[in-house]
T-cell receptor, first 114, second 113 residues
Framework: AQSVSQHNHHVILSEAASLELGCNYS??????LFWYVQYPGQHLQLLLK??????LVKGIKGFEAEFIKSKFSFNLRKPSVQWSDTAEYFC????????????FGKGTTLSVSS | DTGVSQDPRHKITKRGQNVTFRCDPI?????LYWYRQTLGQGPEFLTY????????KSRLLSDRFSAERPKGSFSTLEIQRTEQGDSAMYLC???????????FGSGTRLTVV
């Protein structure tokens, strides 16, 4: 079945550590890729998105993601995390040939200690 | 606040009762989506409207579920004869077009007892 996989369920880091969260998808053809963040008690917010062009996408709050088509991956990175980055992170994929909906991964909980 | 509004925020209902949730999207957004999220899972797609037309439905949307978007503005999601398995967070999102990305509401948390 077509799916979105986030390999890390829970990541624990100290402040200033570097972050990389993995996301792989199994859809062929053209895909649109997203990372969403959900801070404690808040609604889902868009961090960044990729539709075409430069495979290295920069988002808000210093986050970036790299689309590697050959690996079906869209990993999220941040060079130096802050305590305020503690949140749940969701990767999502839209494959236009499969419909309009965003298909989400199960999410990765990031805990940053100060 | 010009975001996506959902009402109520919380709903506790007895098994077998009907419930209805409302979503008010961002006014200029013509696309509206309903998702369901359970603990430890990402949001799961339920249904999609473009203006007032319901264009896509997930197989998760059993015949006990119905959604409407009259006049292409707000939307309602009704669950009839609720079951304990319906307990979840029901999320609404809207977008202007495919490239814009969704704006999510805060959700309605349903608890069926």
């Amino acid at each position: 079945a077509q799916s979105v996989s986030q390999h890390n369920h829970h990541v624990i880091l100290s402040e200033a550590a570097s972050l990389e969260l993995g996301c792989n998808y199994s859809y062929g053809g053209t895909v649109n890729l997203f990372w969403y963040v959900q801070y404690p008690g808040q609604h889902l917010q868009l961090l960044l998105k990729y539709f075409s062009g430069d495979p290295l996408v920069k988002g808000i709050k210093g986050f970036e993601a790299e689309f590697i088509k050959s690996k079906f991956s869209f990993n999220l990175r941040k060079p130096s995390v802050q305590w305020s980055d503690t949140a749940e992170y969701f990767c999502a994929v839209n494959a236009p040939q499969a419909g309009t909906a965003l298909i989400f991964g199960k999410g990765t909980t990031l805990s940053v200690s100060s | 606040d010009t975001g996506v509004s959902q009402d109520p925020r919380h709903k506790i209902t007895k098994r077998g009762q009907n419930v209805t949730f409302r979503c008010d999207p961002i006014s200029e957004h013509n696309r509206l989506y309903w998702y369901r999220q359970t603990l430890g899972q990402g949001p799961e797609f339920l249904t999609y409207f473009q203006n007032e037309a319901q264009l896509e439905k997930s197989r998760l949307l059993s015949d006990r579920f119905s959604a409407e978007r009259p006049k292409g503005s707000f939307s309602t999601l009704e669950i009839q004869r609720t079951e304990q398995g319906d307990s979840a967070m029901y999320l609404c999102a809207s977008s202007q077009d495919r490239t814009y990305g969704y704006t999510f509401g805060s959700g309605t948390r349903l608890t069926v007892v």
